[in-house]
């Protein structure tokens, strides 16, 4: 009998797990920035995200009807501070996840968030409460790539921004949002339509400040902002040209893209030869030969180099997709740049992290390719799922130490072909590596000021471009950016508002990884994949040049 008692007992108690609240798991709606960055508060009146486990049905329940309630199939909020506590309005709960809106009247600062399914209250998390912090609706749902901006045709007509549906400059655009900030009526019924009062919304595109028309509730959906905006003259063309939206002056909200075309067609990107391929699909090669060196000065007794010679490729086979987007693959265009925010460091230790293009569907190559120069004959190992390469040296202890070999001169890549790719040879011809004018001046970065920084040695059509990343460890949250400079400058500027959503170096500063890389491609280092079986193919040499600094 006691066993069978104690059997029903355990059973009853895995059935009525109490809900739980992931840490760090209440982001904004739109941005999904993470709480450890400056953008990544709750703004009053605005849509937020709770992940979590036991925090709804099953079966997950939205909504129906206005006005929202501040319960849903037995779910609800509370956000206290002090003696002051306020219910959410959730208006769509699931057992992972809740969609809410954070009450116009909630108090501002930090809060405490409390989930409550059925009289049962899960574990307390903090939430930083605001004014005013936008976040922009993306196409894949997490705050980055192709936004929900729409091209304003005619009231009939407002198809959805995309790289194969370019804007045009002058053409006004509808983007999507929530977090402007608080209005004065009730938030769980449709709002008013009219531009929020209190709130300056600036909308930037390409690095341009866009003329705004409206900014305010969107007709019909309460928590959900709507800001038009105009396409500036002078903004940049290309498939994924940033767009981020500044209130107040200085809260800046997550990046996402908009594609900009003089006809309106689909997108063209003369910087990227695989843009195309990855918007409209193909079968593509890439090949990279890196030399990557990074000089390690904060928290270091002695200020080091590490350095490593690499290559890295794929052929593979991609799909059209209505909003194609990678980090990799989809570049600001010359002269701007764009931003992603997201957990954990972004860059994983190395620039290569962060820049490895998607694999895609593998294509049959046949043997793995041989690289010719002067470190020898060098051929490709598999070295991750759709990956090839080869680590030919490093500087690090205990990892090839003293074997670096990549230099300039003539290189040559070589494919013996397969199944699904023929057979290949592409030369580059690799100069002498860029000269970084002001990297040991770089160490303390003001956040709040533009960043600058200055080379010689490079050609009228190289591409050159610089890459940060900034992760605070203790919340495990990170922003990276990626600039490219203008082709025959010798230096380039990070806007303060690039900077701004980069989490503070911790006076810890091992609780912090921090680092800023400045890439140069030679124009003669870049050279075509001819191939049967390949749409676009290319093989180019990167010099990464890399940066420890401390973001304050």
């Given amino acids: 009998m006691f066993r069978i008692v104690f059997a029903c007992v355990l059973a009853s108690s ?3 797990q109490p809900p739980l609240v992931y840490n760090r798991a209440v982001l904004n709606g739109a941005s999904f920035a993470p709480p450890g960055i400056p953008g990544g508060a709750i703004a009053q009146g605005s849509i937020f995200t709770i992940f979590g486990s036991n925090l709804g049905p099953a ?11 501040t319960s849903l199939a037995g779910t609800s909020i509370a956000v206290s501070q002090g003696n002051t506590t306020v219910n959410a309005i959730p208006f769509y709960v699931s057992s992972g996840q809740i969609n809410a809106i954070m009450p116009s009247n909630a108090p501002v600062g930090l809060a405490s968030l409390r989930v409550v399914v059925g009289g049962t209250k899960s574990n307390a998390v903090p939430v930083q409460v605001t004014t005013t912090s936008f976040g922009i609706f993306a196409a894949n749902s997490a705050g980055s790539g ?3 901006l729409q091209n304003f045709v005619s009231a009939a007509s407002t198809p959805t921004n995309a790289p194969t549906m370019a804007a045009q400059p002058g053409q006004t655009i509808i983007l999507w949002g929530t977090g402007l900030g608080p209005i004065s009526g009730a938030d769980n019924v449709t709002p008013p339509v009219a531009n929020l009062a209190g709130v300056k919304a600036e909308v930037f595109v390409g690095g341009q400040p866009a003329t705004v028309a409206y900014a305010g509730r969107a007709p019909g959906f309460a928590g959900t902002d709507q800001i038009n905006f105009v396409v500036p003259r002078n903004a940049p063309s290309g498939c994924w040209v940033p767009v981020y939206v500044r209130t107040n002056g200085t809260n800046v909200s997550n990046f996402v893209t908009i594609s900009i075309q003089a006809n309106g067609a689909t997108c063209s990107d003369a910087l990227n030869p695989l843009a195309n391929a990855l918007v409209a699909g193909g079968k593509t090669g890439a090949i990279a030969i890196v030399r990557e060196t990074t000089h390690e000065d904060v928290s270091v007794t002695v200020p080091v180099d590490v350095a490593a010679d690499f290559t890295i490729g794929a052929f593979s086979s991609f799909s059209a997709a209505p909003y194609a987007f990678h980090p990799a693959l989809s570049l600001p265009p010359a002269g701007t740049c764009t931003e992603y925010t997201g957990k954990a460091d972004l860059a994983h230790g190395s620039f290569v992290g962060f820049a490895m293009p998607p694999p895609g569907a593998a294509l049959n190559a046949g043997s793995p390719p041989v690289l010719t120069g002067p470190p020898g004959k060098v051929t490709f190992t598999p070295v991750l799922p759709g990956y090839q390469g080869a680590l030919i040296g490093s500087s690090a202890p205990g990892a090839m130490s003293g074997s670096l070999s990549l230099s300039p001169g003539t290189y040559t890549v070589s494919g013996g072909g397969g199944a699904d ?3 290949f040879t592409a030369t580059l011809n690799v100069p002498s590596a860029i000269t970084w004018v002001n990297r040991n ?7 709040s000021q533009p960043l600058t920084v200055s080379w010689t040695g490079s050609g009228p059509n190289d591409v050159v471009g610089l890459v940060g990343v900034g992760a605070d460890i203790t919340s495990n949250s990170a922003t990276a950016f ?13 806007p303060a508002d690039v900077l701004s959503n980069v989490p503070p170096t911790q006076q810890y500063v091992l609780n912090s990884a921090d680092v800023i890389y400045l890439v140069s491609i030679p124009q003669s280092a870049i050279a075509a994949i001819k191939a049967t079986g390949l749409d676009t193919g290319v093989a180019l040499f990167a010099y990464v040049n890399g940066k420890t600094v401390i973001f304050q």
Avoid: K
Avoid at 59 to 69: F, G, I, M, W
């Fill in 14 to 16: 895995a059935l009525a």
């Fill in 59 to 69: 079966q997950a329940q939205r909504a129906a009807t206005y006005p929202l309630n």
């Fill in 146 to 148: 192709p936004g929900i």
């Fill in 421 to 423: 790719v023929g057979s």
């Fill in 441 to 447: 001046q770089i160490t303390d970065i003001d956040r």
């Fill in 482 to 494: 990626a600039c490219v400079a203008q082709p025959g400058t010798n230096s380039l500027t990070v």
